[in-house]
């Protein structure tokens, strides 16, 4: 068909218009991943959690084959004011956040799309997701969801770690993925220093009571867990196996309406 994508391009703004209205109208479901621009230590830079997720979404697409799945362009920035201190940060007011998902998801489902999935790459923005996707399904009167690609390849990232159990921040895993994924702008030298406490995401804190806590009270350094065990291998198969459980969602049904 002359309006079909390119074999094995997901990406939106790699496609033409024409080929996304073809997807469209075969119900392709969009994948939105939603990262941060902070701090990551000296060693990684400051893009991971924005260059993750819209990994882990690039090959989940592919690896849902035959169904039809488009990556639409990362929300690059989210919530990340806890990291400020220590500079290198950008963030949103959950306002903004919440207005931009919005115009984001309503522009996606104007060009014809009815399934939109989030998938984000960063602790902060995890709490505040959860609630947003309900506002939003109310506002935009439309079927979405929301996950964590960390949080849906929970088994596959704490089969491959070493020194922990799940992601930290700057970490044996998030460094490992970043090897596999952009080695290029990982700053290796600085790996035999790159060690900080260990800490629970945020998402993950069993506290009785939640405050405020600057993340440069918790890890001056800038990093959580131990980035010295990190390797390229050791994240290929932690970034491989949170496409997978990704691609299984998708394939499963998150939507209210999926009928499998």
């Not at 990262?35 to 959690?49: I, K, M, N, R, Y």
């Not at 903004?96 to 984001?104: Q, S």
Request: proline share 7%; glycine share 8%; with cysteine.
């Amino acid at each position: 068909m002359p309006n079909a994508p390119e074999s094995g391009e997901h990406r939106w703004n790699h496609l033409t218009a024409p080929a996304l209205r073809h997807l469209a109208a075969q119900d392709a479901a969009v994948l939105l991943p939603v990262g941060s621009t902070e701090q990551h230590g000296a060693h990684l830079p400051t893009g991971v959690d924005d260059f993750l997720a819209a990994e882990v979404c690039r090959r989940a697409a592919a690896l849902a084959a035959p169904m039809p799945v488009v990556v639409a362009p990362s929300v690059w920035c989210g919530l990340a004011e806890h990291h400020m201190p220590l500079g290198g940060t950008l963030t949103l007011s959950l306002s903004t956040l919440h207005a931009l998902l919005r115009d984001v998801c309503r522009s996606i489902l104007r060009a014809g799309f009815r399934r939109v999935l989030l998938v984000n790459g960063h602790g902060g923005n995890v709490t505040a997701l959860n609630a947003l996707v309900n506002e939003l399904t109310a506002e935009l009167s439309a079927p979405l969801a929301v996950t964590s690609y960390f949080t849906a390849g929970r088994a596959a990232i704490a089969g491959v770690l070493e020194t922990q159990e799940s992601l930290m921040h700057a970490c044996e895993g998030e460094t490992s993925m970043a090897l596999a994924a952009f080695p290029s702008l990982v700053r290796e030298e600085k790996l035999p220093q790159a060690v900080g406490p260990a800490i629970s995401l945020q998402s993950e804190d069993a506290s009785p009571v939640y405050r405020s806590v600057p993340f440069d009270t918790l890890a001056p350094s800038g990093i959580a867990g131990d980035a010295r065990g990190a390797t390229a291998a050791k994240g290929e198969r932690m970034l491989d196996g949170c496409a997978r459980a990704l691609a299984d969602l998708l394939r499963a049904g998150v939507w209210p309406d999926d009928a499998r």
